[in-house]
């Protein structure tokens, strides 16, 4: 059974800085893309980051997160991970890993249950 599951959000202060963690299971972990997608209070989901399969090396940030935030994993802990640093109000939200498994010809996305990040003083 796959499963994704996000930890590590809370309350946090401006300029202050949280990490996220996805721990996934139920499939190879180390083959595949991640994401971590947001979603803000009334509005619809924002894709935040993503990371390549394999190494990492290559990642993706939506421009508002740049220079903030960094997108990692550890395929040995098949763990997906989120950086979040200089944290603004309007980061406030709850966030999501998500994935797009390939089995056989299909393509399935699945998703963690999300962290909520409210960021107040």
């Known amino acids: 059974e796959v499963q994704l599951v996000e930890s590590g959000g809370g309350l946090v202060q401006p300029g202050g800085s949280l990490r996220l963690s996805c721990a996934a299971s139920g499939f190879t972990f180390s083959s595949y893309a991640m994401s971590w997608v947001r979603q803000a209070p009334g509005k619809g989901l924002e894709w935040v980051s993503a990371i390549n399969g394999g190494g990492g090396s290559t990642t993706n940030y939506v421009d508002s997160v740049k220079g903030r935030f960094t997108i990692s994993r550890d395929n040995g802990k098949n763990t997906l991970y989120l950086q979040m640093n200089s944290l603004k109000p309007e980061d406030t939200a709850v966030y999501y890993c998500?994935?797009?498994?390939?089995?056989?010809?299909?393509?399935?996305?699945?998703w963690g249950q999300g962290t909520q990040v409210t960021v107040s003083s």
């Open positions: 998500n994935s797009d498994l390939r089995f056989g010809a299909q393509i399935v996305t699945y």
